[in-house]
């Protein structure tokens, strides 16, 4: 069972550059969504997926793209990276878009550390 | 002000000890609520979903207090194993954003 797979596991950048952060699920799961995770933040939800052609901005959606154009992968994109982008991203999906359902476990990718120079 | 607040800790325990975590929210609107468990460097895993009634899970307990806005965690004989950050999750109804605290840091020592 691969689950939620995320590439690439480290990367480093200079400002400037842009990169695309890749995830991928196989279980068919509805959500999908990326979070940013900063010493003392948490986890902070960037941008999210309800399916397939459908996305959502949520709280720190500045500075990245995302899209859906199939319903397992959903790729994060930085268009000009810069240093305060520098922090550990997850990805995470869930079987349907029902956040409400008090079942509805999260799946986690094992996460990208990304550090902008 | 976070949506959702827990005490960073850490928390340091004897091996054996009982030990609680309460997360506050603010938003009215929360719909259902989780406690993740994640070890350092890793990805966040779902430890259990909180329940109106309370519900346990072996030696975790959980209880939510919709009046007050806060959840909680009893870990009871704590294990060495247990040693971790424990996140409490909130779901907002009307929307499809999952918020997480900043984390409560477990040490079990033996």
């Known amino acids: 069972n691969a689950g939620v797979t995320q590439t690439p596991k480290f990367q480093v950048l200079k400002t400037g550059q842009s990169m695309t952060l890749q995830c991928a699920q196989d279980?068919?799961?509805?959500?999908m969504s990326w979070y940013r995770q900063d010493p003392g933040m948490g986890l902070r939800l960037i941008h999210y997926?309800?399916?397939?052609?459908?996305?959502d901005q949520g709280e720190v959606p500045n500075g990245y793209n995302v899209s859906r154009s199939t319903t397992e992968d959903f790729p994060l994109r930085l268009l000009s990276a810069a240093p305060s982008q520098t922090s550990v991203y997850f990805c995470?999906?869930?079987?349907?878009?029902?956040?409400?359902?008090?079942?509805?476990?999260?799946?986690f990718g094992s996460g990208t550390q990304l550090s902008v120079l | 002000r976070k949506e959702v607040e827990q005490d960073p800790g850490p928390f340091n325990v004897p091996e054996g000890a009982t030990v609680a975590f309460n997360c506050t929210y603010s938003?009215?609107?929360?719909?259902?609520f989780f406690w993740y468990r994640q070890d350092c460097r890793k990805e966040p895993k779902l430890l259990m979903s909180?329940?109106?009634s309370g519900n346990e899970d072996g030696r975790f307990t959980a209880q939510l207090n919709r009046a007050s806005q806060y959840i909680s965690l009893l870990i009871r004989d704590s294990k060495l194993s247990d040693s971790a950050t424990y996140l409490c999750v909130v779901n907002r109804s009307g929307g499809f954003k999952t918020i997480f605290g900043a984390g409560t840091r477990l040490f079990v020592k033996a």
């Open positions: 279980m068919n799961h509805e959500y």
């Open positions: 938003n009215s609107a929360s719909q259902s």
């Open positions: 997926s309800v399916g397939a052609g459908i996305t």
């Open positions: 909180v329940y109106s």
């Open positions: 995470a999906s869930s079987l349907t878009r029902n956040r409400g359902a008090t079942n509805e476990k999260l799946f």
